[in-house]
């Protein structure tokens, strides 16, 4: 594998992603980051933790298609040090080499085939504006049950019943409902976990609408070239 990126493009996204994978595990795969450079010009970068995953898309001169598993915080750490261009190159011994300017570094990775693949996104997804999402969750988002009880909810049941998006939470001893009109074909439901709001909103930086769908394993929102999941 070997690509040339713009180091303030590849930055952002790689900050996000990386967010999600695990800083103290014994499970490898879960503190490294899935960079893969496709023969399209788009390299998607991918990381999970044991909560949710994060997915993101950037433009690259993809010079040889290929794919590496990279520690997420120390790839991280050494792109916010670098400027201008980055090229990144890999050699059949899973090392990647990471030059920009008269920086070169060097850094052990893994192959791409240890790493869990996602099921892609269903189709017929929800589409709805970011603002509607934020804040119907953040209407009853205080009801949400903070501990693990009897007859609490560590989350939102999110409930889309054909021409409205209806949000309820409760911690047993009260609730809370909010609801918007979007329309969707087929009526769906999932229960959304309070506490991947924060990554939600950061998937949502800077974006207008955001498409949520459900499979029978897992939640998905995405947004623009971005995509959160998580086991359902």
């Known amino acids: 594998m070997r690509l040339v990126i713009d180091r303030a493009n590849l930055l952002g996204e790689l900050r996000l992603v990386a967010s999600a994978a695990e800083t103290r595990t014994t499970v490898p795969r879960l503190g490294h980051l899935r960079l893969e450079a496709r023969a399209d010009g788009v390299v998607q970068l991918t990381a999970q933790s044991l909560e949710y995953g994060l997915t993101s898309a950037v433009e690259a001169h993809v010079q040889e298609p290929g794919g590496i598993c990279l520690p997420a915080k120390s790839f991280l750490q050494l792109v916010a040090t670098l400027d201008g261009a980055i090229t990144v190159g890999v050699d059949r011994n899973q090392y990647a080499t990471i030059t920009a300017g008269r920086s070169r570094s060097r850094m052990p990775g893994e192959a791409i085939d240890g790493f869990t693949q996602l099921e892609p996104m269903p189709e017929g997804a929800t589409g709805l504006t970011v603002e509607t999402l ?18 609490g909810i560590k989350g939102a049941l999110i409930r ?16 809370a409902l909010a609801w918007a009109p979007v329309a969707v074909a087929t009526p769906y439901e999932f229960l959304f976990p309070l506490a991947a ?28 070239s971005r995509l959160w999941w998580r086991r359902s």
Do not use: P, W
């Open 134 to 151: 934020l804040r119907l969750v953040s209407y009853v988002s205080f009801a949400g049950d903070r501990e693990e009880s009897r007859f």
């Open 197 to 224: 709001m924060q990554s939600i909103q950061k998937l949502v930086e800077d974006q207008e609408r955001v498409c949520m769908a459900a499979s029978a394993n897992h939640i998905f929102v995405a947004a623009g």
């Open 160 to 175: 889309f019943t054909g021409d409205q998006l209806v949000c309820v939470a409760t911690d047993g001893n009260r609730l």
